[in-house]
């Protein structure tokens, strides 16, 4: 139609779709998500102080490992498809459908 008007984004807007949300909702989910990743990191043996001896000492210990380390990080996998692979698969069967 000739006579319809579209509404211009305004810059916050523009601010909520960068963010993807509004910025206090998007602060709390990154919060959690951060704790969530510093447990995970904690349970593998990463320190926050000294990230880089952190790191080192995971590959060390893997390399000590040897094979059995394959068997480890398996373990893990498997342990970690159990919960992903659903809920992906979920999200993907009852998302809404992205525009092409």
């Given at each position: 139609m000739t006579n319809d008007v579209r509404d211009l984004p305004g810059s916050r807007d523009g601010l909520?779709?960068?963010l993807g949300?509004?910025?206090?909702?998007v602060a709390f989910r990154l919060i959690l998500l951060s704790i969530l990743v510093g447990v995970v990191l904690a349970a593998i043996g990463f320190d926050?102080?000294?990230?880089i001896h952190s790191i080192r000492?995971?590959?060390q210990r893997l390399w000590d490992l040897g094979f059995d380390?394959?068997?480890?990080l398996w373990r893990y996998f498997l342990l970690g498809a159990v919960i992903v692979v659903p809920i992906w698969f979920l999200s993907r069967l009852f998302g809404t459908p992205r525009g092409r």
């Open positions: 909520y779709r960068f949300g509004s910025p206090l909702s926050p102080w000294n990230i000492l995971l590959f380390a394959i068997n480890w």
